[in-house]
């Protein structure tokens, strides 16, 4: 009840601070972007997130091959778009929402809730991988593109976009060692938790299933590289749906032909922000950031800021029908597992 209300607080926040940024840019100005867009740039934006979601389902059915989960595909599915409704919902949006699919499969397909998480933690580790390796691409890019501005009036963007991939280019690098060699961090996380004394006697059971996981991890990491692979090729066309997203809208509904710099710079400010994005689907931290690398590109007349806030709108909008339809499907799930306690399943 008090996470319910919670996230009522933050969605309303963040609908006034959604508010206020239109009505800074111009709400006349905003519609008539919103107007001028119309359908095919919606749509274009809505099919491309529709992809991210196959694309999610796809790499979690290829990883359950090796170790022989027999889930149907609309059941990945439909776990893929309650996680990442949950990643909406909560301060970022790469992790958040990754309980939820476990729980959903591993409820639907009555598998071990641990072994549903390790084919959910290596996806993410791969996803993590694929996804660093693009955004390092995309900083290189637009630090080239723009270095006169992030190395002199926009020094701070340009530190803090170097500071942020640098770091998860060392996380990239960790996480490899750590599938490969049979590292355990997760595991030695919990036991040196389990020292304390409040949670001496609660840990033990997670500790093991927490091992169990990641032993499960490495062994598909080392013995499944065909299928570790292909779930990571996977992965990065995931990532590059969302690269082409600006693109496609701001071509089929603003007639901007954004060059290659101009993508890199959003896509990497874009994924810093909602990397801590504090308000469901970024409201307000977002938007500053996006308006922020308009300016940046050189892109400050009133109609440039109007189409930017069409098209974060845009997101927005497909962010609450996913988050809608994650609710809708997590209520049906919990509807189920009564119905069967009912009846003393």
Request: proline residues 3%.
């Amino acid at each position: 009840m008090r996470r319910a209300v919670h996230i009522s607080i933050m969605i309303a926040l963040s609908t006034g601070i959604l508010v206020a940024i239109v009505f800074a840019v111009g709400f006349e100005r905003t519609a008539k972007a919103v107007a001028d867009a119309g359908v095919p740039a919606f749509a274009v934006v809505g099919g491309l997130t529709l992809a991210f979601l196959l694309i999610q389902a796809v790499a979690w059915a290829i990883l359950n091959r090796p170790i022989k989960h027999h889930v149907p595909f609309l059941t990945l599915l439909k776990g893929s778009i309650v996680g990442v409704a949950g990643n909406i919902l909560t301060p970022s949006t790469y992790v958040g929402g990754e309980p939820l699919k476990i729980l959903y499969v591993a409820r639907a397909a009555r598998l071990p809730y641990h072994e549903v998480a390790g084919t959910v933690l290596l996806s993410k580790y791969l996803e993590a991988v694929s996804f660093i390796l693009l955004l390092s691409f995309s900083t290189v890019v637009a630090m080239v593109s723009y270095r006169e501005s992030l190395f002199g009036p926009y020094l701070g963007a340009g530190v803090a976009i170097a500071v942020f991939t640098t770091a998860l280019l060392a996380l990239c690098v960790a996480m490899w060692f750590s599938l490969s060699r049979r590292w355990r961090p997760l595991t030695r996380l919990l036991r040196t938790l389990a020292r304390l004394p409040v949670l001496r006697q609660r840990l033990p059971g997670l500790l093991r299933r927490t091992r169990d996981m990641e032993d499960q991890v490495s062994r598909v990491v080392r013995e499944e590289k065909a299928a570790a692979s292909q779930t990571f090729g996977v992965h990065v066309l995931g990532h590059v749906a969302i690269f082409l997203k600006p693109a496609l809208f701001f071509y089929l509904g603003a007639g901007m032909g954004l060059n290659l710099g101009q993508l890199c710079l959003l896509f990497v400010v874009g994924q810093a922000l909602l990397a801590v994005q504090l308000t469901p689907s970024g409201a307000g931290v977002l938007d500053t950031g996006l308006i922020g690398a308009f300016a940046l590109m050189g892109l400050t007349e009133e109609h440039h800021l109007a189409k930017c806030m069409a098209f974060l709108l845009c997101l927005r909008f497909w962010d609450i029908l996913i988050v809608g339809a994650g609710a809708w499907l997590a209520s049906r799930a919990g509807a189920r597992v009564l119905f069967w306690k009912s009846r003393g399943g």
